[in-house]
DNA sequence: GCTGAGGTACGATGCAAGTCGTACCTCAGG
DNA sequence: CCTGAGGTACGACTTGCATCGTACCTCAGC
């Protein structure tokens, strides 16, 4: 049962900020706060340099702390952010994080 | 010289997001944010409950951050929330610890 | 029904963070 | 000029966090 998600009134802000601390994290959160569309993506979509263990534990955390919501398909995994209880309980966080997104990948095209 | 406060160009979102990660910090920051006359402010000014040393620590972590600015008057220290800076950089963070500021008052109030 | 890719569980490890003790500094006020 | 409140520096300690190794699970496809 990896159904623990919380409540929208129980988000809890030192939780969320606590999750954003990690830059790997927060990468996710960036990248799917980036995306209006909302797509549900896979864990590995991501990218992360991080061995699987280390995937799953950070998604562990994001999904504790109420950012985003897994499904399990057995041998797959679907990830999605939960964009509508975020906005509705911390407004603006979202679109701060999309803003550091964007941010970050001017300044990785503009290098050689 | 304890004057190395990061310009507003500089400020890096994981790095705040990394102070305010802490409890202590955080209260002290949304506690800032939510007085809109941006007073300066003393440290002990803020009640936490750690010994001195410790509150140096939180206090130094918060200016590497770039959040607050703070004076030296010898045997006084002022407490200063960049305001602008945050804003102009961050628009709507301190919006958010202010809304969870008067949010956790007003749940202290509502208990006997 | 075996295999392999994706994922989890548990344990160990290395490092950073938060905390405090002791010692020292700085200045305002008696 | 001594004292005390506010603050810093350095070091030690403890806990938590990120990371990975090994082992195991789940299902799709052959």
Redesign the pocket.
């Known amino acids: 049962m990896?159904t623990t998600h919380p409540a929208t009134a129980d988000l809890d802000l030192g939780s969320i900020l606590?999750a954003l601390?990690?830059p790997?994290?927060r990468r996710v959160i960036a990248e799917l706060a980036a995306d209006r569309s909302d797509p549900e993506r896979?864990?590995?979509s991501f990218g992360l340099p991080?061995?699987?263990?280390?995937?799953?534990?950070?998604?562990?955390?994001l999904r504790a702390s109420g950012l985003i919501r897994?499904f399990?398909?057995?041998?797959?995994?679907g990830i999605r952010l939960r964009r509508a209880d975020i906005d509705a309980r911390f407004p603006g966080l979202l679109d701060l994080l999309a803003a550091e997104h964007s941010r970050t990948r001017q300044r990785a095209e503009t290098k050689p």
Do not use: L, P
Request: glycine share 4%; proline share 0%; aromatic share 10%.
């Open positions: 990896e606590q601390a990690d790997h994290r896979t864990c590995h991080v061995s699987k263990q280390t995937s799953t534990y950070h998604f562990k955390t897994d399990n398909y057995g041998n797959r995994k």
